[in-house]
């Protein structure tokens, strides 16, 4: 496995993972932070599924006002995290999505293929715009909480963009998840089964963060089952 930052753009440099140079990955994942940046843990995220045959890159969501950003899972990194969370537009993370699609799409044995896009937190909020990109075939959105009522820089809420997904979308939540206020899960799930995707997977047990071994609601039954699901979606679509 070969991992590094990247330039991927003049204006964006994010984490790639890819599996030996002489094999040829299965395809690309697109990871998508929390707010706390391309931290240690999103960086091993992708060096996970690059251990899976997958080449994956780490974007850092917050390219125009903290490209770097790494901060703890603690109450003054979720701070400047949210802090750079209020000022991302839809509009500028899909201008950043895209190039990182278009990039991946001219690796060596990534020409053209469809891609993949898993998303936590903030991150998993914005996996369902990224979901909605022709590109993107197969989408994991883990805990994004406000799709229900928020949009990044304002507008209808993101769980609006759920029919325009072409590809297959999972969302996955803790039933203990203090981010997700109790009419949050069921706008979830009517939104998907109208748009003819899979059920909203609820982890029994677990909170907030329950796929990250470095937070406190780390799970990992939920996070176990989370990398299982989520692989044999990339199996079935990539």
Known sequence: MQAGWQQFSPQLRGWWARPPADRVPRAAV????????????????AER??????????????????????????AA???????????LTAAQ????ACAAIA??????????RPVGCVGFCFGGHLALLAATLPEVVATCDFYGAR?????PGGGSPTLAVVPQISGKL??????????MPPEEPPAIRASLASAGQPPLIVAAGAGHGFMCEARADFHPAAAA?????????FEERL
């Open 30 to 45: 697109l990871v998508l932070p929390e707010v706390f940046g391309v931290n240690g843990w999103v960086r091993s995220v």
């Open 49 to 74: 599924l690059a251990g899976h045959g997958y080449a994956a890159l780490a974007l850092p969501i917050f390219a125009r006002t903290a490209p770097d950003l790494d901060v703890g899972y603690d």
């Open 77 to 87: 990194g979720l701070e400047e995290g949210r802090r750079h969370r209020d000022q």
């Open 93 to 96: 993370f899909l201008d950043d």
């Open 103 to 112: 990039w991946l799409q001219v690796q060596p044995g990534l020409e053209q």
């Open 147 to 151: 799709v229900s009522t928020d949009r």
């Open 170 to 179: 999972l969302c996955f939540c803790g039933d203990h998840d203090p981010l």
């Open 225 to 233: 089952e989370g990398w299982s699901q989520m692989l044999a979606l």
